[in-house]
């Protein structure tokens, strides 16, 4: 019998409405294992003991125990500490869901104190006309939060931040100096409260071992603060790190004053990794036999990974398990009045992956020579159903984010087939590429099973640069997807890039016209830009040359090594375009500034574009090559039709026709079609009903026909009376 514990930490801070997944991920597989394992989500654990009655009580003492001198809005916050310490309790029950009708006092602005957060009320007031008396005071609520995070970085944590802290700490920190130096400082306001949860916890589970993920930069200091921290008064415990940074990050560390603070450092996928790991602490695996990890040896940074052990199949890591934390105190926020943001704060979403690393694997800007991008590998449909069943059944929540790369279209088919089968009810979102596959049908296929919204690259919206980062797309492609989903009732949003190699400012504003286009048709809801970044694992940064940008420096640092600052010459400078680029999109989002000349946006001369305004508009008109081939899938998401045979018209005149009425959620409607093909399509409508498991294929279902004796298929099948069927459900995928 395995005789180790392990301690899976979230150190602060991720995300405040639902648990970041990978302890999750883990505490699956080590159930799996049989081995005993424990989780903490410690930013939520931090949070909600920072803003309670108790944590403001502590926060303003502290501020007025300080000799400082403080900004005006700091001033208003701590003369209306009171008001604060009064409504913090409630506010926060009422953004964990369990105080709904606090929405009404909220929304009447002369219950929560304000200070400048709320200046920004005038400028969004107009936005209020879509949202519900709950989503206002939500985000008035989240406005009154962030005035507190304001005062306490201003007067005693300058690290702080919702989501992240000390976040600049962990950002291309080639040297680990200045972390280090940060580390042997004397205890922030925020690391008080951290160390006396994390205390607590490691006397409640008494570890052997204490696994600290670290997906982002924002929680980095906090890891190393913990790891820290136990290995002082826990010297017989071992910590571990793993996790998106290590795995993006330190691929070449080799300072080992990191390793003050933890004893391994995993790469890559942690199951097998970790599983090697807790063998070794047995005594059961020599320390050279270890599978992609760092640790300190004679001294130095070693990298091991000589272990025989394969990487586990995802249909073998077990069921993200969510034992352990708080589910029911993590806080919905909405920050920002932007669609798909609102999504990743606002609610509970149970994660999972449909497949892992990516199908496509090419874009150039990606890190895609490592193995959580390179290694494709999609989990079936049956399986992905059966855990989706099991956290269900344990959180209470039937929401789903699937966090992949890129969903791969067929396995979303299959899911969402799987899905209607089972019946369940589930509400779920996740990333795709703009690709052709995602056709009319797909798109109503995938909203029938619960999908509400999806998010893709556009990234720079000129067909030259899709090229160049070989995205496999064209704007005029994007824009179709984007308009079948729109109109299947799914949002869309576009992750979009400004400043990739060799970029001129003329293809920046040429792309802000095809972004201002696709939101004024509607088949965008939300967007936002991100400007390009080289990292060392993507092939820019692996092969600058090929785009004609150069490393500004080719030196390996000794810890993190991802981010890579580089010229390029023939391009322009797109820090400039930042802050207008965000703002016309702000605008579009909410259906403004259409008619603004692009020049507008922009403090500084641009050239004017070139895009034809139509452009967009005659690229969804123009429709795909698609064709209906006899390996395509048809599908029945309708009802069984009631019949009644027609045989004589109101002259009398002999017809035999079969009339099928047909009843969707919202309408009624019906056919009449010749009794006999009338009574063969009441059969193959039952056959290919989405509830049956088999699939039929359109040559299948011609030689249906064909078999009961009827002719000419293909003008039966193209005629009018079955066209109206595909309006209501009847689909080919």
Known sequence: MNTQKVFLITPPFTQLNTPYPATAYIKGFLNTKNILSYQADLGIEVILS??????????????????????????RIVALKEHYIHTIDAVMLFLQGKNPTLSHLICQEDFLPEASRFAQLEELEWAFGTMGTQDKAKHFATLYLEDISDLIVECVDSHFGFSRYAERLGRSANSFDELHEALSQDYTFIDELLIKILASKMQEVNPTLVAITVPFPGNLYSAFRCGQWIKKHFPAVKVAMGGGFPNTELRSLSDERVFEFFDFITLDDGEAPLENLLEHLEGKRKLEELKRTFTLVDKQVKYIN???THDYKQSAVGTPDYADLPLDHYISVIEIVNPMHRMWSDGRWNKLTMAHGCYWGKCTFCDISLDYI?????????????????MMAQTGQNGFHFVDE????????????????RKLTVTWWTNIRFEKSFTADLCLLLKASGCIAVSGGLEVASDRLLELIQKGVTVAQVARVTRNFTEAGIMVHSYLMYGFP????????????????MFELGILQSGFWHQFAMTAHSPVGMYPEQFKVQKESAKIGTFANNDIFHLDPTGTDHSLFSDSLKKSLFNFMHGIGFDMNLSQWFDFKVPKTKIPRNYIEQAINREDDYSLKPSSKIVWLGTKPFTKLITKNQKGRVLNLLNLSFHDKKESFSISVEQKQGEWLVEILKEISVSNNKVYTFQDIKTHYEKAGLEDFELFWFNKPVN??????LLTL
């Not at 303003?60 to 400082?68: D, G, L, R, V, Y």
């Not at 390179?374 to 079936?380: D, F, G, Q, R, V």
């Open 50 to 75: 920072l803003f309670s009655k108790e944590g403001l009580l502590n926060l303003f003492a502290q501020i007025e125990s300080q000799e400082q001198e403080l900004s005006e809005n700091a001033q």
């Open 306 to 308: 000589h272990s025989q």
């Open 374 to 390: 390179k290694l494709y590998e999609p989990i079936s449909a049956k399986i992905l159903c059966d855990r989706m069943e099991e």
């Open 406 to 421: 890129a969903a791969p279209p067929a396995l979303m088919r299959s899911l969402a087939l799987e899905i209607i089968r």
């Open 502 to 517: 060799t970029q001129t400012a003329q293809e920046t504003i040429d792309s802000l016209e095809m972004v201002r286009q």
């Open 724 to 729: 109206n069927l595909q309006d209501f459900g």
